[in-house]
Nanobody
Framework: QVRLLESGGGLVQAGESLRLSCVPS????????MGWYRQLPGKQREAVAI???????DYSESVKGRFSIFRGDTKNAVNLQMNSLKTEDTGVYFC??????????????WGRGIQVTVSS
């Protein structure tokens, strides 16, 4: 079972930046997309940023212009650069990779989540 290892979370003040990184414990083949989700206090998990196989990216409206998703130097790594952080960005952030298995079925891989706290 592949594990997604997240790092880079922590406590920052509003207006500051953080970079989240995600590296799989082993290579994942046939990746469809990689992304970051978050769960804000009292809310359901939501997509923040997704980078697709063709390198196009989608962002939630709440983070557009502030967050940037990009592939890392390590194979299958994905990073999330978060600038101009706001207190409402506080939550648990999850790395996600969707791939195809040998039968052509989609497989979802999730990280355990990493805390991001933005203080005012």
């Amino acid at each position: 079972q592949v594990r997604l290892l997240e790092s880079g979370g922590g406590l920052v003040q509003a207006g500051e930046s953080l970079r989240l990184s995600c590296v799989p414990s082993s290579i994942i083949f046939s990746i469809k997309s990689m992304g970051w989700y978050r769960q804000l206090p009292g809310k359901q998990r939501e997509a923040v940023a997704i980078i697709h196989r063709n390198n196009s990216a989608d962002y939630s409206e709440s983070v557009k212009g502030r967050f940037s998703i990009f592939r890392g130097d390590t194979k299958n790594a994905v990073n999330l650069q978060m600038n101009s952080l706001k207190t409402e960005d506080t939550g648990v952030y999850f790395c996600h990779i969707r791939s195809w298995n040998q039968l052509g079925h989609e497989v979802d891989h999730w990280g355990r989540g990493i805390q991001v706290t933005v203080s005012s």
